[in-house]
């Protein structure tokens, strides 16, 4: 007996509902209001999916600490409302929980989702589902926050892919692709409005990361439609009372002939062309990179590709990823392998030693995809996900070096 006079083991199983109480009460008002979420650790501790902020060339938490964004795309919710989890068409909280612990361990701190447009703002569900489009997003965010993950959500396309849609280069006319997209952003304003709806609703939550839209590219007619159109995305976001950072890209990508590097004929430019302004100075600046798509070339016309750890950082210092890095926060959004390559194994040691060099250069990323499924996949799906080739190389690279 204790000096209480009650047996040890019943105030140990006393103190453990306590605790679980406690436990459950934080749990329940993260859940309620998504700010600044709560983890409870497996050592029973709590911690907290901070707010980021920019200074200078670094992205950094409340605390000081700096950031590295870096992760895999999960583009389902430009096809599906509510996206796919566990392989499962439908959504299930449990199944989203278990498939972020599995992202989780593998070190990703950072997963990009494309949207569709008319997934939000008409907050559309798959025939059947149990959540529409804004509460599914709203309980992501939530459950990333819970596993100290942030989620940029990125516009991908105007209508999703069951509805015709297509990767609009912009989201306003005349410029999209997709099948009906006027009908749901018939104007600039339109698109601005969207921006607003997003940033009001998704302020509160702490990990959430906004990309304005994914690869818009054009002539030189669209791309100052864009600088403009983004100008007003980023003042209406922060009108909301939005303080999240805030993603911006131009084109796809950068090119550059290691054999002609000057001029280059694409390079990364545009970053200070834009001349964004953001009272807050929490602009992210991102660009994509792939061997088989934007080119790091040994010659022209023959096009043979780069993928040495010399000729990798040649090219990426000629397109000017290291001079944006040293400046601003750079974030490359997409970096993947073509597993259908003709060299698979050039393919993944660009892979390889190009997130090396983002490693060393303090880039942040996000690999290209999170699926089992197509060219780009570096799973082999659920439950296991067990990673393929990309897979491994990705997780060795997120440990750091």
Known sequence: MSETGLPKAKLVSETTVLVLIASLLVVSLVFS???SAAIITNSGTIAYTQPLHVEGKDIKDQ????????????PEFADDPDGIWMGNTYW????VQQELSMMKSWGINTIRCHLAVDDWKYDLSKPYATLNCRTAIKRLLTFAGLQGMYVVLDGYRVTNFWNGGDQDPLPYPPYQTSANASSVISSQQDFID???SMATELKGYSNVIFELWNEPYGNSTAKESWFNVAQECIDTIRATGATQLIIFQWDMAAWVNLNFPEPDPGDLSWVKEGNLSDPLGNIVYSTHLYRCYNHIFYSIPTYVQAWNYTDVDRGLQYMGYYDVAAT????IGEIGVNLGAASLSNELSFFNNSLSLFNQHNVSYTAFWWREIGLWAIHGGPPSFTPNQVGQILKAQLKGP
Not at 63 to 74: E, F, H, Q, S, T
Not at 328 to 331: I, R
């Open 33 to 35: 209001s998504g700010l």
């Open 328 to 331: 601003y926060p750079l974030f």
């Open 92 to 95: 299930l909280d449990s199944n």
């Open 194 to 196: 969207w921006w607003t």
């Open 63 to 74: 605390g000081g600490n700096l950031v590295y964004l870096r992760g895999a795309n999960k």
